[in-house]
């Protein structure tokens, strides 16, 4: 959209006093109370401006503001507040020769004036604000050696305020020509290694302490006078107070006495014929009681005549009340009594009769269960017994089967080749002999005694086989050499022999 040309010269106007404004504002500098700008460039003007002997100019602004020119101005601040040095000195020798140490306090600031401010633009601008401290610092420190050395340990001690005005008097003028000023300046303590102060200070001390204990000593002396005399004083004041108290006394108990004396002896007449009229009084009031009590016992005569009677009808009738009410409490207990104890016998009863039943109860429990018990292990035992006859028929009848199926020749193997199991059990007892004593004639028979012991059970073998089993070993050998051939010699030995090698043979 093209603007109208009326319009476009006005906007450039104020552009370019917006653009001015924008400028005026970021260039121009203002500064509080506690601090000072310092304006160096060119077209400084004339007011507040600092120039030394070479024609340098500075503009200082304090407390306002001024327009930087942009190119040929520029600012720099510099602060104006007060600053705190703790000074404090090695030790000095002072003009005795004694080594004393200062301790102070120094409140410094840049000065006020112009030439101050640029006295110190000039040295510390663009130097951090210890750097000013530090300066100021030895500065102050180094006068107060200076003056230190030249006093006596006397006059510092005493006079403080006097060696710290010498201090800041001197330092003020070297201060001066750095733009600094001093504000303030105190000693805070004066001190010694040596003792030098304390001795100082004894003589006074003891001093002070004397006087004071003789002024406490002519204050306590003289508090006791003035405390005897006072006491005296009270003393005959009290003596003086006591006799005109005791003369005083004296006349009033004599005037006391008189009067006394003069009421008694008008009392104890006016006491008789009071008396005199009393007794008369009470002689007619006797009289006239005695008629009163008379008609009194009377009337009270009459009173306890009807109240006998009224008591005797009244007590008939309250003790057989309470006849009647005592019998018939005796008996509503009584029948209380026999109604609690009906209940107690047949609630007993019950009792007794439940507690046996319930034991009977019990006990048919008791007995059912016993008798179930046994039934049943009867049972089981006899079942036992069932199955264990069963088992021995069964096997048996195998072994039956087994003999007729195997013959005898098998029958024969199977018993001689239990022998030697046999024959190692007839032995294990003298296995487990630890130790065994053999007692010898000197034939050597012991020992065979011994050997022979296994050999002489084995021969009953065959005997002790036939009784439990029923099989006939001889028999059987008999049987099988009838029917075949002759054999080899150790076939045709007898039983009783072949029992003897397997003994043998176990017994090895």
């Known amino acids: 959209m093209d603007l109208p040309e009326y319009l476009i010269i006005p906007i450039i106007v104020v552009g370019v006093i917006f653009v001015l404004g924008l400028a005026f504002w970021a260039r121009y500098k203002t500064v509080g109370p506690d601090e000072a700008m310092i304006v160096t460039g060119s077209f400084l003007g004339s007011k507040n401006i600092s120039e030394d002997d070479s024609g340098r100019k500075i503009k200082i602004v304090r407390g306002g503001g001024a327009f930087i020119l942009p190119v040929f101005q520029q600012s720099e601040f510099i602060s104006l507040l007060s600053h705190k040095l703790d000074v404090s000195t090695p030790e000095v020798y002072t003009e005795q020769g004694v080594p004393v140490i200062a301790d102070g306090v120094a409140i410094i600031k840049v000065g006020g004036s112009i030439e101050d401010v640029a006295t110190a633009a000039e040295q510390f601008i663009g130097k951090p604000i210890e750097a000013l401290k530090g300066e100021a610092q030895e500065v102050l420190e180094g006068h107060l050696r200076a003056i230190l050395g030249s006093m006596t340990v006397e006059e510092v001690y005493r006079n403080r305020d006097k060696f710290a005005q010498e201090v800041q008097g001197v330092a003020a003028r070297d201060l001066k020509k750095m733009g600094l000023q001093i504000v303030s300046f105190t000693i805070k303590d004066v001190r010694d290694k040596q003792g030098y102060l304390d001795a100082l200070g004894k003589p006074r001390i003891a001093a002070v302490k004397r006087d004071a204990e003789i002024a406490e000593a002519e204050a306590v002396r003289d508090a006791r006078i003035q405390k005897a005399n006072a006491e005296e004083q009270g003393q005959k004041a009290e003596l003086l107070r006591d006799t005109n108290i005791a003369e005083a006394s004296k006349e009033k108990e004599l005037k006391v006495a008189s009067f006394k004396k003069d009421q008694d002896t008008a009392k104890a007449e006016a006491d008789q014929a009071y008396h005199i009229q009393e007794a008369r009084a009470k002689q007619t009031m006797v009289e006239e009681q005695m008629k009163v009590e008379l008609v009194r016992k009377d009337r009270e005569i009459d009173l306890q005549e009807k109240e006998i009677v009224v008591r005797q009808k009244q007590y008939d009738a309250e003790v057989k009340k309470k006849a009647d009410a005592d019998r018939y409490a005796v008996e509503q207990a009584a029948e209380a009594d026999k109604a609690r104890r009906m209940r107690e016998a047949d609630a007993l009863q019950y009792s007794i009769e439940t507690q046996a039943r319930a034991s009977a109860e019990q006990k048919r429990l008791e007995g059912q269960a016993v008798a179930d018990a046994e039934r049943a292990k009867g049972t089981a035992e006899a079942e ?58 000197g034939k050597g028979e012991g020992a065979a005694r011994v050997s022979n012991y296994v050999t002489e059970l084995m021969s009953t073998a065959p005997e002790m086989l036939k009784n439990v089993s029923g099989i006939d070993v001889e028999s059987l050998i008999k049987n099988l050499t009838s029917k075949s051939k002759p054999a080899p010699a150790v076939a045709q030995q007898s039983p009783h022999e072949l029992v003897s090698l397997e003994a043998g043979a176990a017994q090895e």
């Open 384 to 441: 036992v017994v069932r199955l264990r006859g069963l088992a021995e028929a069964e096997a048996k009848e195998k072994l039956a089967e087994a003999f007729q199926k195997f013959g005898e020749a098998a029958v024969l193997d199977i018993i001689v080749k239990m022998l030697p199991e046999l024959a190692g059990k007839i032995a294990q007892p003298l296995s487990s002999i630890d130790k065994l004593t053999v007692v010898d004639t």
